[in-house]
């Protein structure tokens, strides 16, 4: 076994008996694994208020929207291709996106608790193995350099990379790991200094992604359909109106009293 992994050369590849393996499968697969195993670890480690038959229905529901949703906003990211495609299917299973994946496990479990008739919330213990998921699914994408729908506008900022085309570009997916690092940080910061309702942590890390990667977009090529907006762009605006009265109320995310029922001052 032995590497190709030249900064200026993409995409990073290792090559396994002559094989070639991409840098960026083995990312997402290490992703996936670890992002499960540290849910598992945090399950353990929290009183999980569901019983272990609904969580897993809301597990299994969450991994089937996310690879629907995700499959179905990327494909849309240029609808003109895909209905040009030999192989529409085929176009339809190797795109993906991961705000598609996010949306379509939000609405995947909101229905099978609404068919189970479940109200608790049940998505802050996704969060933080999400952003770790994220973070190393993201080093994947800028080791396929240009290979990969996951890279910037060309810029003549002085962090610009040559991504594998000769052009200095927005080095995006590196942002959205910074960001989701400082995510973390400011997460966990008011978890120490608040008492959160159930089900807040995972909807402000919702609102802080989805308006990141609105933003984010605006530096990246792609299909536009309106207002100079692509499809992940229009799709983070229905998750931010979805969350609209948390954005307006953010004091609904908080409780005013303590685990003994006593009245609590908020900074």
């Not at 991409?22 to 598992?40: D, N, Q, S």
């Not at 802050?124 to 729908?149: H, M, Q, T, W």
Request: glycine share 10%.
């Amino acid at each position: 076994m032995y590497c190709k992994l030249h900064p200026l050369q993409f995409p990073w590849t290792i090559y396994i008996a002559e094989q070639p393996v991409t840098v960026h499968a083995i990312c997402e697969a290490v992703a996936v694994f670890t992002a499960f195993r540290y849910y598992l670890y945090l399950k353990k480690k929290q009183r999980d208020t569901l019983t272990p038959n609904r969580r897993l229905a809301i597990v299994i529901a969450a991994a089937l929207g996310a690879v629907l949703g995700g499959r179905l906003l990327g494909a849309a990211e240029d609808i003109p291709t895909w209905m040009a495609a030999t192989a529409p299917w085929q176009y339809f299973f190797y795109n993906k996106t991961m705000v598609g994946g996010l949306l379509g496990g939000l609405m995947g479990v909101e229905l099978v608790k609404k068919l189970m008739g479940e109200r608790q919330h049940s998505g802050d213990l996704f969060v933080y193995p999400l952003i770790v998921g994220i973070c190393i699914g993201r080093v994947g994408c800028f080791s396929a350099g240009v290979y990969e729908e996951a890279y910037g506008l060309p810029t003549t900022l002085p962090w610009g990379m040559d991504l594998g085309d000769g052009l200095s570009r927005h080095p995006v997916t590196l942002y959205e790991i910074g960001f989701l690092i400082l995510l973390a940080g400011a997460l966990k910061t008011l978890q120490r200094r608040y008492i959160l309702k159930q089900g807040a942590l995972f909807k402000l890390f919702m609102i802080a992604y989805l308006a990141f990667r609105l933003g984010l977009d605006v530096i990246k090529p792609g299909w536009r359909y309106m207002a100079g907006m692509g499809s992940i762009q229009l799709a983070c605006i229905a998750g931010l109106l979805y969350y609209t009265r948390y954005i307006l109320q953010p004091q609904l995310l908080i409780n005013n009293t303590d685990n003994a029922g006593k009245k609590i001052h908020l900074l």
